[in-house]
């Protein structure tokens, strides 16, 4: 199936790794260009590169706190290839605890990263997109239903899942569309220190698969190739939506 993506051109926070430079590979894998961007430098050049360098991908480092950073992406893209396509907005995962454990500060620097960076980046984004362009938001099964020591992330993930359905039907009459991606156990970095932290990483893993009916943790690529498909021209009736990568794990129809 061809998903149409040769030589479009995407952005793509918190890129460096995990989710979202797992959906960079798929994208440049059916042909897309990419823009990432992440917190770290280092991170940012290691992971452009292995993408093929500025022929494919071209890295910016870059908080997504910081209100310049979705014009500067979006003004990266436009520079370096021309064009700009969509986006995939993924921000790393807030401190774990619950929500009456974490203190305001840490309330604080969450929203003003994971809910208002997400909203702004959407928001510039949304307003350089032509008819048929897409963007992602990397939100959690956590938009649907709480998951257990992630208390800022049950209080923030369901507003973005808001955020999303409302700019969907905002921007639809332009044809651009928006959608929410949940993903569910991944086997990410991220992930895995959740794991550690319990004391018993493999009982950890153990009890996470047995409530997945596939009964395994997702691969990064999976998710990446679901997301790759959202952004694409394939995906081209897909808007307003919340869409689970979970292996079956929310219990909800």
């Known amino acids: ?148 020591g992630l208390g800022i992330s049950n209080g923030l993930r369901p507003g973005l899942a808001g955020v999303a359905k409302d700019v969907a039907d905002e921007y639809g009459p332009r044809g651009v569309r928006v959608i929410g991606l949940l993903p569910g156990r991944i086997l990410t970095d991220r992930n895995r220190e959740l794991f550690a932290a319990s004391g018993d990483p493999e009982q950890a893993q153990a009890e996470a698969e047995a409530g997945i009916p596939l009964r395994r943790i997702g691969e990064p690529a999976e998710f990446g190739r679901v997301a790759a498909f959202v952004l694409s021209p394939a995906a081209s009736y897909l808007t307003g939506i919340t869409l689970p990568v979970d292996g079956g794990a929310l219990r909800g129809l």
């Open 1 to 148: 199936m061809d998903l149409g993506l040769t030589d479009r051109v995407y952005v793509l926070t918190g890129a460096s790794r995990g989710l979202g430079y797992a959906t960079a590979q798929c994208l440049v894998a059916d042909g897309a260009r990419v823009v990432l961007s992440a917190r770290r430098a280092d991170e940012v050049a290691t992971a452009t590169a292995a993408l093929g360098g500025p022929d494919r991908a071209v890295g910016i480092t870059a908080d997504l706190a910081d209100p310049a950073t979705p014009g500067r992406l979006v003004e990266a893209a436009q520079q370096h290839f021309g064009r700009l396509d969509g986006a995939l907005v993924s921000v790393g995962g807030p401190t774990p605890g619950s929500a009456a454990s974490v203190d305001d500060e840490q309330w604080r620097h969450a929203f003003e990263t994971v809910f208002l960076g997400s909203v702004r980046m959407v928001r510039t984004v949304a307003a350089a997109l032509p008819d048929g362009g897409a963007i992602a938001l990397v939100l959690s099964t956590s938009a649907r239903a709480p998951v257990t």
